[in-house]
Structure formats: structure tokens, C-alpha cells
């Protein structure tokens, strides 16, 4: 009863555009649903950049090989996805980290088989997460270990420095800004992790914080996201 009141209440809307759905069940509106793009099947079998490689291996893995396994995600950054990320991370919506969790377990359902057990969000500063409120990351690393019934511990990664935002700059600017910006503690020592944020773009930010738990101890760091950007042409 209290389910169908709060329905009433605060019926399901699309994600991406707010309108309301007909019904539970949905992430999406008709409009929107058509509109999602998903990550194509060809890419790169270590970092998932989009595209046919010479060996499945981009050229920016084969220069420069991650301190991660694996990095995958279900969506390509654009259209509604890219909508829903916005106004989750931007526009005061966290509340979406629920919807947008369970959309994850269920769009990487075949990578989280064989991926680890230990959910560790890929944290905003201190300094950021004081003007935003939430870390989307973390709130994101929650819903997904909770649908999955996986741990998702807060604290165990964080970021010693604030950086710039990451848009419009070049690559190697990308990767000099998140350069020795996180510290892991020993907790993750002889673990697996599943290193979890919402876009991965070039990968700077997730090499850096791979190197971080690396660097405490973690035995095997994979690297799971909403959503992938199209880096290489």
C-alpha cells in the first residue's frame, strides 16, 4: 500500500527527461529508449574505446598499458544516457542513483559475472563534495552493490588534492591533473576491486586511481562505468 501511495505521490519518471511513465519497470520514456546507444560490440578488449583495433588493443593501451585489467561500460556517453548523467551529477538529482544502479547491474550483467565483489566509487574532493553535497559516484557504487548484494565501502579511495575539471582538456593535460591525486588504504590489500564512476573518457582518472589501490595492496583493479565516450578517431 505505502509502495502504490508513493507511485501516486511521486510517479516514475524517465531518467533522462523526467516525463512521467505510464508504469514501474521502465528507465526510460518510448522517446528516449529509441534514442539510447550502446556500447558497439567492436572496441578495445582492455580499456572498451570504441572502434577495431590491430589485436582487439587500442593504440593508447598498446603505448601505454593501464594498471587496470578491464574497463567496460554498457552506454555510449550520448543522447538520454548522457541527459541522465547530467542531471544526476549536476542538477541536485540524487535520487537517481537508485534507477541509475539498477540500470547498470542489469545492462553489465555478463561483465559483473567474472568481475569483483568489492565496489569502490572513484571519489569527488572534499572540497567538491561539500558544493555538490553527494558524491554521485559513491551514491552510484552504493546502489549497484546493494542490488547486487556486493560491498561497496566508503573512504577506502579518496582524492588528496582537488584537480580541475577534466572537460576540454587535452590528453595529456588529463593526465597530468589526476596525476598522484588519490591514496587508497591497506583495506583493499590483497583484494579484487571493481573500481566504479559514471563516464570514463580517456581513462587518466581511472589509471590514476587503479595506480592508487595498486599501490596499497589491491590485487586486480577492474573498472566499471554508466558510460563510455568515443576518444579515438
Not at 545492462?107 to 569527488?124: D, G, I, M, N, Y
Request: overall charge positive; aromatic content about 6%.
Amino acid at each position: 500500500m505505502l509502495k502504490a501511495l508513493l507511485d501516486v505521490l511521486y510517479p516514475p519518471a524517465c531518467i533522462a527527461c523526467a516525463r512521467v511513465l505510464p508504469g514501474p519497470g521502465a528507465f526510460f520514456c518510448e522517446s528516449c529508449d529509441t534514442a539510447v546507444e550502446r556500447l558497439p560490440p567492436a572496441c578495445c578488449r582492455t580499456c572498451a574505446e570504441p572502434g577495431t583495433f590491430p589485436g582487439a588493443t587500442c593504440p593508447r593501451c598498446r603505448a601505454s598499458p593501464p594498471p587496470f585489467s578491464r574497463a567496460w561500460a554498457p552506454f555510449a556517453h550520448e543522447g538520454p544516457v548522457s541527459r541522465a548523467i547530467h542531471r544526476f551529477k549536476y542538477e541536485d538529482r540524487p535520487e537517481l542513483a537508485a534507477p541509475l544502479g539498477e540500470l547498470l547491474a542489469a545492462e553489465a550483467r555478463s561483465f559483473l559475472t567474472h568481475a569483483p565483489t568489492l565496489v569502490v566509487a572513484l571519489p569527488l574532493h572534499t572540497r567538491r563534495y561539500r558544493a555538490r553535497k553527494y558524491d554521485q559516484a559513491q551514491l552510484l557504487a552504493g546502489a549497484l552493490a546493494k542490488h547486487l548484494g556486493h560491498e561497496a565501502p566508503v573512504g577506502w579511495l579518496t582524492r588528496t588534492r582537488e584537480t580541475q575539471r577534466q572537460v576540454g582538456l587535452s590528453e595529456e593535460a588529463r593526465a597530468d591533473n589526476v596525476d598522484g591525486a588519490f591514496r587508497a588504504t591497506t583495506d583493499v590489500a590483497d583484494r579484487d576491486v571493481l573500481l566504479l564512476d559514471d563516464v570514463f573518457t580517456t581513462g587518466a582518472t581511472a589509471r590514476a586511481a587503479a595506480t592508487a589501490l595498486s599501490a596499497a595492496g589491491a590485487s586486480r583493479v577492474e573498472v566499471l562505468t554508466l558510460a563510455r565516450a568515443f576518444t579515438l578517431t
